[in-house]
């Protein structure tokens, strides 16, 4: 399923974004079992940042974003997002969702995930 990503931008340092992931022709539900974020900056590799478990809600957060990082999802409009708060000018990146249906062990790992989608820039000037 291809999935939209939306939300990204510039920003000053201490800033917030909130990043929105939804699927396009079909529902979350069913489909996958968790949704993850990851971010890619340039030169470096993509690196996880946060998921949730669709059905409980569950998240998990990279150390670099925990406790600046809210991800959430509303079942009724089946989207997923991530509220960025307190940004700082490393969290320059290219911000992908993905999702799928991964073993726990491959939960913050990019080959968990079978479904993505096409990147949202956030930019963070210092």
């Known amino acids: 399923v291809q999935l939209q990503a939306s939300g990204g931008g510039l920003v000053q340092a201490g800033g917030s974004l909130r990043l929105s992931c939804a699927p396009s022709?079909?529902?979350?539900?069913?489909?996958?079992?968790?949704i993850s974020w990851f971010r890619q900056a340039p030169g470096k590799e993509r690196e996880f940042v946060a998921n949730?478990?669709?059905?409980?809600?569950?998240?998990y957060y990279a150390d670099s974003v925990k406790g600046r990082a809210t991800i959430s999802r509303d079942n009724a409009k089946n989207t997923v997002y991530l509220q960025l708060n307190t940004l700082k000018p490393d969290d320059t990146a290219v911000y992908y969702c993905a999702a799928g249906r991964p073993i726990r062990s491959y939960y913050s790992s990019e080959y968990g995930y079978t479904s993505w989608g096409q990147g949202t820039q956030v930019t963070v000037s210092s």
């Open positions: 949730i478990q669709w059905s409980g809600g569950s998240t």
């Open positions: 022709g079909r529902t979350f539900s069913g489909y996958v079992n968790v």
